[in-house]
Protein backbone atom coordinates (compact mmCIF):
# COMPACT_ATOMS: atom_id res chain seq x y z
CA UNK A 1 0.00 0.00 0.00
CA UNK A 2 1.72 3.59 -0.87
CA UNK A 3 1.52 6.66 1.34
CA UNK A 4 -1.55 8.00 2.47
CA UNK A 5 -2.80 10.86 0.49
CA UNK A 6 -4.92 12.85 3.48
CA UNK A 7 -4.96 16.48 1.90
CA UNK A 8 -8.70 16.17 1.74
CA UNK A 9 -9.30 14.22 4.06
CA UNK A 10 -12.61 15.49 5.63
CA UNK A 11 -12.23 16.98 9.26
CA UNK A 12 -13.17 15.17 12.23
CA UNK A 13 -16.87 15.51 13.19
CA UNK A 14 -16.79 16.20 16.81
CA UNK A 15 -14.82 18.84 17.82
CA UNK A 16 -14.01 20.38 21.21
CA UNK A 17 -11.99 23.08 22.31
CA UNK A 18 -8.71 21.52 21.30
CA UNK A 19 -9.35 19.77 18.78
CA UNK A 20 -11.58 16.53 18.75
CA UNK A 21 -11.36 13.64 21.36
CA UNK A 22 -9.06 10.88 20.04
CA UNK A 23 -5.77 9.30 19.86
CA UNK A 24 -2.41 11.44 18.26
CA UNK A 25 1.02 10.66 17.67
CA UNK A 26 3.59 13.31 18.52
CA UNK A 27 6.70 13.60 17.53
CA UNK A 28 9.21 14.17 20.88
CA UNK A 29 12.60 15.72 21.13
CA UNK A 30 15.39 13.44 23.22
CA UNK A 31 18.86 13.39 24.14
CA UNK A 32 21.49 10.90 24.88
CA UNK A 33 23.77 11.03 27.77
CA UNK A 34 26.24 13.24 25.17
CA UNK A 35 23.33 15.57 24.83
CA UNK A 36 23.28 14.54 21.54
CA UNK A 37 19.73 15.08 20.13
CA UNK A 38 17.53 12.02 18.81
CA UNK A 39 13.39 11.68 17.95
CA UNK A 40 10.72 9.15 18.84
CA UNK A 41 6.99 9.16 18.55
CA UNK A 42 4.50 9.85 21.39
CA UNK A 43 1.19 8.00 20.77
CA UNK A 44 -1.71 9.02 23.68
CA UNK A 45 -5.18 10.02 23.77
CA UNK A 46 -7.24 13.37 24.36
CA UNK A 47 -10.57 12.53 26.00
CA UNK A 48 -10.85 15.41 27.89
CA UNK A 49 -11.39 18.92 27.44
CA UNK A 50 -8.50 20.12 25.75
CA UNK A 51 -8.70 16.67 23.53
CA UNK A 52 -5.65 15.52 21.22
CA UNK A 53 -4.33 18.88 20.46
CA UNK A 54 -4.70 20.06 23.82
CA UNK A 55 -2.80 17.15 25.18
CA UNK A 56 -0.15 17.70 22.48
CA UNK A 57 0.34 21.22 23.53
CA UNK A 58 0.76 20.23 27.42
CA UNK A 59 3.38 18.24 26.52
CA UNK A 60 5.34 20.19 24.00
CA UNK A 61 4.39 17.76 21.93
CA UNK A 62 3.73 18.74 17.68
CA UNK A 63 0.75 16.64 16.48
CA UNK A 64 2.06 14.09 13.79
CA UNK A 65 -1.12 12.56 13.41
CA UNK A 66 -4.47 12.15 14.52
CA UNK A 67 -7.21 9.61 14.73
CA UNK A 68 -10.79 10.17 15.28
CA UNK A 69 -11.42 7.48 17.92
CA UNK A 70 -14.67 9.26 19.23
CA UNK A 71 -16.17 7.69 16.29
CA UNK A 72 -14.89 4.58 16.81
CA UNK A 73 -16.97 2.82 19.60
CA UNK A 74 -20.46 5.34 20.58
CA UNK A 75 -23.00 3.61 20.84
CA UNK A 76 -26.34 5.93 22.18
CA UNK A 77 -28.20 3.59 24.84
CA UNK A 78 -31.70 4.24 25.11
CA UNK A 79 -31.82 5.12 28.53
CA UNK A 80 -29.10 7.31 27.99
CA UNK A 81 -26.25 5.75 30.33
CA UNK A 82 -23.20 4.25 29.62
CA UNK A 83 -22.25 6.30 26.92
CA UNK A 84 -19.09 7.94 28.53
CA UNK A 85 -17.85 4.06 29.38
CA UNK A 86 -18.58 2.74 25.62
CA UNK A 87 -16.42 5.93 24.06
CA UNK A 88 -13.66 5.77 26.51
CA UNK A 89 -13.45 1.82 25.69
CA UNK A 90 -12.78 2.45 22.13
CA UNK A 91 -10.74 5.37 22.48
CA UNK A 92 -8.49 3.54 24.73
CA UNK A 93 -8.82 0.11 22.12
CA UNK A 94 -7.64 2.38 19.75
CA UNK A 95 -4.54 3.86 22.12
CA UNK A 96 -3.74 0.20 22.93
CA UNK A 97 -3.55 -1.04 19.01
CA UNK A 98 -1.40 1.53 17.83
CA UNK A 99 1.05 1.76 20.93
CA UNK A 100 1.58 -2.20 20.41
CA UNK A 101 2.08 -2.30 16.89
CA UNK A 102 4.58 1.16 17.48
CA UNK A 103 6.28 -1.74 20.20
CA UNK A 104 6.69 -4.14 17.31
CA UNK A 105 7.72 -2.07 15.00
CA UNK A 106 10.14 0.38 16.68
CA UNK A 107 10.62 -0.84 20.16
CA UNK A 108 9.97 1.59 23.46
CA UNK A 109 12.19 4.53 23.49
CA UNK A 110 15.30 4.27 25.84
CA UNK A 111 15.00 6.53 28.64
CA UNK A 112 18.24 8.78 30.26
CA UNK A 113 15.63 9.84 32.55
CA UNK A 114 11.59 9.39 33.38
CA UNK A 115 9.30 11.81 31.68
CA UNK A 116 5.28 12.03 31.56
CA UNK A 117 4.72 9.36 29.20
CA UNK A 118 7.96 7.70 28.62
CA UNK A 119 5.95 4.18 28.64
CA UNK A 120 4.02 5.19 25.12
CA UNK A 121 7.06 6.77 23.15
CA UNK A 122 8.42 4.72 20.87
CA UNK A 123 11.75 4.28 18.19
CA UNK A 124 14.78 6.32 18.47
CA UNK A 125 15.06 7.79 15.56
CA UNK A 126 18.34 10.24 13.96
CA UNK A 127 16.27 12.86 12.94
CA UNK A 128 12.50 14.75 12.87
CA UNK A 129 11.40 13.04 9.29
CA UNK A 130 12.54 9.50 10.36
CA UNK A 131 10.44 10.01 12.99
CA UNK A 132 7.68 11.29 11.32
CA UNK A 133 8.00 8.08 8.84
CA UNK A 134 7.46 6.03 11.61
CA UNK A 135 4.02 7.85 12.60
CA UNK A 136 2.80 7.58 8.71
CA UNK A 137 3.69 3.67 8.78
CA UNK A 138 1.13 3.25 11.71
CA UNK A 139 -1.16 5.50 10.00
CA UNK A 140 -1.13 3.00 6.94
CA UNK A 141 -1.37 0.43 9.42
CA UNK A 142 -4.48 1.85 10.91
CA UNK A 143 -5.65 2.45 7.27
CA UNK A 144 -4.62 -1.21 6.04
CA UNK A 145 -6.51 -2.72 9.08
CA UNK A 146 -9.72 -0.50 7.83
CA UNK A 147 -10.28 0.25 11.59
CA UNK A 148 -14.38 1.24 11.77
CA UNK A 149 -16.72 1.14 14.63
CA UNK A 150 -17.36 -1.48 16.52
CA UNK A 151 -21.18 -0.36 16.90
CA UNK A 152 -22.09 1.82 13.83
CA UNK A 153 -19.38 0.39 11.37
CA UNK A 154 -18.04 4.20 10.41
CA UNK A 155 -14.69 3.84 9.53
CA UNK A 156 -11.60 5.62 11.30
CA UNK A 157 -10.64 9.28 10.79
CA UNK A 158 -6.61 9.55 10.23
CA UNK A 159 -5.44 13.30 9.80
CA UNK A 160 -2.41 14.29 8.81
CA UNK A 161 -2.07 17.35 10.66
CA UNK A 162 1.82 18.36 10.41
CA UNK A 163 1.31 17.91 7.04
CA UNK A 164 -1.68 20.50 6.80
CA UNK A 165 -0.28 23.01 9.20
CA UNK A 166 3.01 23.35 6.64
CA UNK A 167 0.65 23.55 3.84
CA UNK A 168 -1.22 26.75 5.77
Known sequence: MGLLNLENTK????????????????LRANFDENLKPWFSIKIGKGTGKKGALGRC????????????GYNIGI???????????LRARSIYNLERILQEKARELFGDAPTLYSYAGSCETF??????????????????????????????????????????????
Open 11 to 26: APTRYIKGGFRGCYIG
Open 57 to 68: DDQALPALFLFD
Open 123 to 168: GKFENPQEAYQAGKILADYLAEIDAKSEFTGEKLKIVNYFKKTLDR
Open 75 to 85: KWSEQGKGIFN
